[in-house]
T-cell receptor
Framework: AQSVTQLDSQVPVFEEAPVELRCNYS??????LFWYVQYPNQGLQLLLKYLSGSTLVESINGFEAEFNKSQTSFHLRKPSVHISDTAEYFCAVSDEAGGYNKLIFGAGTRLAVHP | DGGITQSPKYLFRKEGQNVTLSCEQNLNHDAMYWYRQDPGQGLRLIYYSQIVNDFQKGDIAEGYSVSREKKESFPLTVTSAQKNPTAFYLC??????????FGQGTRLTVV
């Protein structure tokens, strides 16, 4: 079964600084990877996803993530963060077994952007 | 407009009572999921369903039950057997492996 490890539970950063949120997954032949963002007391919103093709995927609000098969990683980066990026971020992997598909999540990383 | 609706947003339960959380979707997705979220533990899968009248236990199914009588609906019952039910519950649906769409969540508190 798949598993996901988010290496940092909290990441404090100053506004306009770069940030990297780390994510590693257990190895699989075929893997789909996702980053979701959650604001307080809300559901999760998809930030970006890797299904196939280019290993670098981008979101509309400046985040990007790179799929690295050899290191089984899918780290999330942003070159310059804003106060509004303060939220919890979840990395997830799609696990398919026995004809059933489910999303496996990491424990989350709380990004706190300070002025 | 299309989406996933969870109700109620806040729910209070007395110890020993069963309570049912509603989840409805109009996205025509086959798959639906229930997750439980606790601080520092991420999302843990309770139950999931790929088609009507079929569902599978997730990692923490004990003390919970579900039904999938209609494609649009996947209610979750938190039974009295669930010893620590206070948590944030999230429902999701998906057309396949490509991504999941989440509702706004229900916060359940035992009083």
């Amino acid at each position: 079964a798949q598993s996901v490890t988010q290496l940092d539970s909290q990441v404090p950063v100053f506004e306009e600084a770069p940030v990297e949120l780390r994510c590693n997954y257990s190895s699989s032949v075929s893997v789909y990877l996702f980053w979701y963002v959650q604001y307080p007391n809300q559901g999760l919103q998809l930030l970006l996803k890797y299904l196939s093709g280019s290993t670098l995927v981008e979101s509309i609000n400046g985040f990007e993530a790179e799929f690295n098969k050899s290191q089984t990683s899918f780290h999330l980066r942003k070159p310059s963060v804003h106060i509004s990026d303060t939220a919890e971020y979840f990395c997830a992997v799609s696990d398919e077994a026995g004809g059933y598909n489910k999303l496996i999540f990491g424990a989350g990383t709380r990004l706190a952007v300070h002025p | 407009d299309g989406g996933i609706t969870q109700s109620p947003k806040y729910l209070f339960r007395k110890e020993g009572q069963n309570v049912t959380l509603s989840c409805e979707q109009n996205l025509n997705h086959d798959a639906m999921y229930w997750y439980r979220q606790d601080p520092g533990q991420g999302l843990r899968l309770i139950y999931y369903s790929q088609i009507v009248n079929d569902f599978q236990k997730g990692d923490i199914a004990e003390g919970y039950s579900v039904s999938r009588e209609k494609k649009e609906s996947f209610p979750l019952t938190v039974t009295s057997a669930q010893k620590n039910p206070t948590a944030f519950y999230l429902c999701a649906s998906a057309p396949g492996r490509t991504e999941a769409f989440f509702g706004q969540g229900t916060r359940l508190t035992v009083v």
